[in-house]
């Protein structure tokens, strides 16, 4: 399992990294000023940080209420996650459309592409920090207190 410090490490570089990213490449693709951008992306990754928390807190006390058990099956782990971006999309749409002036189906389409674009972002930096930090074996915490 990774350690608290790792974990922090993995947290901060997936943002930072997604940022750098997303932020000129959302520019380019919807004809939008950098700065105005790079806001958007800054202030959504920090909506979207704070809807995990509360989400999925709120859903693991809804779970206890209705199963008496907080464990997801693959179905509830697909109503999870439909229901965590149903939820985002229905703060962030009218943020962007107020911040950028733009209507609402243009913010719909806006932050479909970042969801599209976390996606797989998420898929190839996880893979790639699992590359990068393995995750150390079960027992190299029991052999480095034996040495």
Known sequence: MRR?????????????????????????????????MGVVTV???TIA???????????DHAMLRRRGDVRKTPLI???????????LLVVLIPFIA???????????????AFAGFYLVYAFCFNWAYDVIFPI????????ARKA
Not at 31 to 36: A, C, I, Q, S, V
Not at 49 to 59: E, M, P, S
Not at 101 to 110: D, I, K, Q
Not at 136 to 143: D, E, K, L, T
Request: proline share 5%; aromatic share 14%.
């Open 49 to 59: 940080t704070g809807w995990n928390y509360l989400y999925n807190l709120l859903f």
């Open 4 to 36: 608290t410090a790792d974990r922090i490490r993995h947290a901060i570089s997936f943002e930072l990294i997604a940022l750098a990213i997303i932020t000129p490449l959302g520019a380019w693709v919807f004809g939008t000023p950098l700065k105005d």
């Open 77 to 87: 782990r697909v109503l999870h996650a439909v229901l965590f971006e149903a939820g």
């Open 136 to 143: 150390p074996s079960p027992n190299s915490g029991q052999q």
């Open 43 to 45: 202030i959504s990754a």
């Open 98 to 112: 107020v911040f950028l002036g733009v209507g609402f189906w243009t913010a719909f389409v806006m932050d479909v």
